[in-house]
Nanobody, 127 residues
Framework: QVQLVESGGGSVQAGGSLKLACAAS??????MGWFRQAPGKEREGVAA???????????DNVRGRFTISQDNANNAKNTLFLQMNSLKPEDTAMYYC???????????????????WGQGTQVTVSS
């Protein structure tokens, strides 16, 4: 059974940085991603990474500020990271890590295609 456990959320002022981590175990998925959901809004993709080759995909509103990475990508136990810099109040949301089959790791990665999810970690950015 896949387990995804996020950590690293918190409160920060605008312009600050946070690094999220997601400990994954139980199955080796080749596509891992970060998503977020703010109150009253739909869940949106933030970044995704394809373990084979390390291709990375970002949403337009975080590209250049966020970096997704992965340790031990080809291992059933691995850790997914999201380094978030130059944070803005609009980045405030619950952040989730998720896993999907390789075919869903594309520039248009969608939460609808990710089948395993963590519980989420809250990120709050104050102005």
């Amino acid at each position: 059974q896949v387990q995804l456990v996020e950590s690293g959320g918190g409160s920060v002022q605008a312009g600050g940085s946070l690094k999220l981590a997601c400990a994954a175990s139980g199955y080796m998925y080749h596509c891992m991603g970060w998503f977020r959901q703010a109150p009253g809004k739909e869940r949106e993709g933030v970044a995704a990474i394809y373990a084979v080759g390390g291709r990375r995909y970002y949403s337009d509103n975080v590209r250049g500020r966020f970096t997704i990475s992965q340790d031990n990508a080809n291992n059933a136990k691995n850790t997914l990271f999201l380094q978030m810099n130059s944070l803005k109040p609009e980045d405030t949301a619950m952040y989730y890590c998720a896993a999907a089959l390789p075919s869903f790791c594309t520039p248009r990665f969608s939460h609808n295609d990710f089948t395993s999810w963590g519980q989420g970690t809250q990120v709050t950015v104050s102005s």
